[in-house]
C-alpha cells in the first residue's frame, strides 16, 4: 500500500515554522476550518521580527464574529480588508526588505496583500498565505477544507474521520496534539499515527512564535533544513 500522509492544521496568517514543516512533511493539508476561533492563537495574526531581531510585533488582520464566541473559522469575516491590506504589504516590507531574498519573499507578500483587498473571508486569506509559503519551498500536495467532509464531534474522532476521508495512511500529529490525541479512533480505522519530533535547538525555542517568513528572510535553504526535524517530505527547496 502507498504510502499518504494527512496533516490537520488550522489556517494560519503566514504561519510559524513549525506549522510549515509539519505541513510540508504531509501529501495532503486539511485546512481545520469547522473549529471555533480563537482570538489569542496565530488564526489572524503572525507575529513578525526583524531579521537581526533587534524589534518585532504582531500583525493582525482585524477580524468580526458574527456568533460571538460561537463563530467557527469559517464564519468569521475580515472587518477591514483594505486595512488588511496595507498593513500586510507596509508592514512586511519594513521588517523584510533588507533581506537578500527579499527578491523572492516580495511577490508571495504582494499576492496575499492583494487577496487581503478582495476578500472577507478570513479563512480564504490566511490559506492561501500558507499555500504560497508552501509552494514556495518545494511542496506539491493537496489541500482540501474540513467544512466539506462529514465528521464526528469528538476531537479525536473527527481527525480520524478527516484522514480516513481523504484516503490517507498516516495522520501527521504535531506536538501540541500529542497532549490530547486519542489513538483508538485511528486504530479503529486502520491508522498509523507519526509524530513529528522537532530537535531541541536554541533558535527554534526563541523564535518559536516568528512568522516562516522571518526564517525564510533570515536564513538560508540548507540552514533551514538543518533545523527541520526528520522528516524526509519536509526538505525544503527554496527558488533560486
Excluded at 490525541?181 to 480505522?189: G, K, R, V
Excluded at 509524530?195 to 516562516?212: E, F, K, N, Q, V
Excluded at 540552514?223 to 525544503?236: F, G, M, Y
Amino acid at each position: 500500500m502507498t504510502t499518504r500522509v494527512c496533516a490537520i492544521h488550522q489556517p494560519n496568517l503566514f504561519p510559524r515554522l513549525s506549522t510549515l514543516a509539519k505541513l510540508h512533511a504531509a501529501d495532503i493539508w486539511i485546512v481545520l476550518d469547522s473549529v471555533q476561533f480563537t482570538a489569542r492563537d496565530y488564526q489572524h495574526r503572525a507575529w513578525l521580527e526583524s531579521t537581526d531581531s533587534t524589534h518585532g510585533q504582531w500583525l493582525t488582520a482585524p477580524v468580526h464574529r458574527p456568533r460571538g464566541r460561537d463563530t467557527t473559522l469559517d464564519q468569521v469575516r475580515l472587518a477591514d480588508p483594505a486595512l488588511t491590506a496595507h498593513r500586510i504589504a507596509s508592514l512586511l516590507h519594513h521588517y523584510y526588505r533588507t533581506s537578500p531574498r527579499w527578491t523572492q519573499l516580495q511577490p508571495l507578500i504582494e499576492a496575499t496583500a492583494a487577496a487581503a483587498a478582495h476578500t472577507t473571508n478570513l479563512t480564504e486569506l490566511t490559506t492561501l498565505s500558507t499555500n504560497l509559503l508552501l509552494r514556495h519551498t518545494g511542496w506539491t500536495g493537496e489541500i482540501i477544507h474540513a467544512t466539506t467532509i462529514p465528521t464526528r464531534s469528538h476531537r479525536s474522532e473527527r481527525l480520524a474521520d478527516l484522514t480516513t476521508h481523504v484516503n490517507a495512511t498516516h495522520y501527521l500529529c504535531g506536538t501540541g496534539g500529542a497532549t490530547y490525541l486519542n489513538p483508538q479512533p485511528f486504530t479503529d480505522a486502520g491508522l498509523t499515527i507519526r509524530y513529528t519530533h522537532p530537535p531541541d535547538i536554541g533558535i527554534l525555542r526563541t523564535r518559536r512564535r516568528a512568522t516562516s517568513l522571518w526564517w525564510l528572510a533570515a536564513l538560508t535553504c540548507q540552514e533551514l533544513n538543518d533545523l527541520l526535524w526528520n522528516q524526509p517530505k519536509a526538505t525544503i527547496t527554496c527558488p533560486q
